[in-house]
């Protein structure tokens, strides 16, 4: 009963320590951060994970995160602001997270990087509760009513105003409970707040945090309820098939390398068909690479070919005079030579001009057949594990292609 009215701490690296004196709790996260990050504002993804025990506050679990750095100081890495923007991401993205989105009061509202980074993952607004902090260091003669009444940048769950201890506040050792009575004095007796002052500030914002947290379990957990069920009874399968599992089973062997060659089949498939899980943004791969030679490389071939109209016109009009034969020297037949081109010659000329496209139609065959041993290459990777099965694949499919291009080039 003494320990439950008693106020204490435990971090998860200090695992069965108690921290009674907050002091202490302060001490220890700047400890926990120097040896993570070191001693010259190093930043690190790893949590720092602190549970505190308190008559005094309600069940919550928060996520402290970074502000947005723009210029690196100290040992942080150039590209700090990428990194924290990247950290932050991976928290306020997941559906079941509710965002506080934290902007001082002296700063222009529109330029808010919590607002905006929240904006992007939420923007309904359905999940970020705005928080306006430094009240107190507004410009004199000017204040945040419209955004705290929700008028300026509306969010669905509204905005809360705190006012928090300054660094000589805290410097001073000034205790929460005063700071928690200067806040309270300050909303009731700021002429812009005193009207709100019952929806102001950390007792209140500290209610509304508990209950929306709770309305947002409420609301998600049936469909997390779902899922988890959804993943059990996937599980209990797995366990049930693998009950009787036996490694030297001959059957499993059999099935497990079948799987592999049908996993292998689908992979040649899609890297083909341009639908692959994996892109090769470097340079054109498989079917993309394979529509290339047919549409621009086949053709650049055709057009590089050479052509002598001269020389065809003459070879067009001893074609014809050699299948009319003695007839052109009779009058009524001269008269009818240049009506129609005889079958026999339009033949003979095509035939020979088709023949020139045989060089442009095997360069062709080649270059696709060696994309496809290409993508074979690449879709036995995944048998690495597997040396001998990887290298029965690749010759027994490369064998395969190198036969249908034979016929191919028959064919041609």
């Known amino acids: 009963l003494l320990m439950f009215f008693t ?43 602190l549970r505190v025990y308190s008559p005094h506050v309600l069940s919550l679990t928060l996520i ?56 992007e993952v939420d923007p309904q607004g359905l999940r970020t509760i705005g928080v306006i902090t430094k009240l107190d260091l507004m410009d004199e003669g000017t204040d945040a009513r ?15 105003g705190v006012v928090n201890r300054s660094q000589k506040d805290i410097d001073g050792k000034k205790d929460i409970k005063a700071a928690l009575l200067a806040e309270r004095k300050f909303f009731l007796s700021h002429p812009s707040y005193r009207h709100m002052a019952d929806r102001m500030g950390t ?23 779902s899922k988890l069920q959804s993943q059990l009874l996937s599980i209990e399968h797995e366990v049930e098939v693998y009950k009787n599992f036996r490694p030297e089973d001959p059957t499993r062997k059999t099935k497990a390398l079948l799987q592999m ?24 791969s498989g079917g993309a690479k394979i529509n290339r030679i047919f549409h621009e490389r086949f053709p650049f071939e ?58 442009p139609c095997l360069k062709s065959v080649d270059l696709v057949m060696q994309e496809l041993i290409n993508t074979v290459k690449k879709c036995t ?23 249908r291009e034979e016929k191919t080039k028959d064919q041609v």
């Open 302 to 359: 055709l057009v590089k070919m050479e052509f002598n109209e001269k020389e065809l016109r003459r070879e067009i009009s001893y074609a014809i005079k050699n299948i009319h034969g003695i007839r052109q020297v009779l009058p009524y037949f001269q008269a009818q030579t240049g009506l129609f081109t005889p079958d026999m010659a339009f033949e003979a000329i095509v035939k020979k001009q088709i023949v020139k496209l045989k060089g």
């Open 381 to 403: 990777k995944k048998l690495a594990t597997y040396p001998r099965l990887c290298e029965e694949t690749e010759r027994i499919v490369a064998g395969y292609i190198r036969e």
């Open 261 to 284: 060659v049908q996993q292998f089949s689908v992979d040649f498939e899609k890297r083909i068909e341009g639908s692959g899980d994996q892109v090769d943004t470097l340079e054109l």
């Open 203 to 225: 007792p209140y914002l500290q209610k509304v945090l508990n209950q929306q947290l709770t309305n947002h379990i409420r609301d998600t957990l049936p469909a997390f309820r």
């Open 64 to 119: 402290d995160l970074p502000g947005i750095t723009k210029v690196p100081v100290g040992d942080q890495p150039p590209d700090i602001e990428q990194q924290i923007r990247d950290m932050i991401m991976q928290f306020i993205s997941r559906e079941n997270c509710l965002i506080l989105a934290v902007t001082p009061a002296n700063t222009d509202l529109a330029n808010s990087d919590a607002l905006k980074l929240a904006k």
């Open 146 to 160: 419209e955004v705290l009444e929700n008028k300026l940048l509306p969010l669905r769950r509204g905005y809360i």
């Open 7 to 49: 106020e204490y701490a435990e971090f998860l690296h200090c695992k069965g320590k108690k921290f009674t004196d907050f002091d202490e709790v302060r001490q220890e996260i700047e400890a926990e951060t120097d040896r993570v990050t070191g001693m010259n504002k190093g930043i690190s993804s790893i949590p720092i994970n």
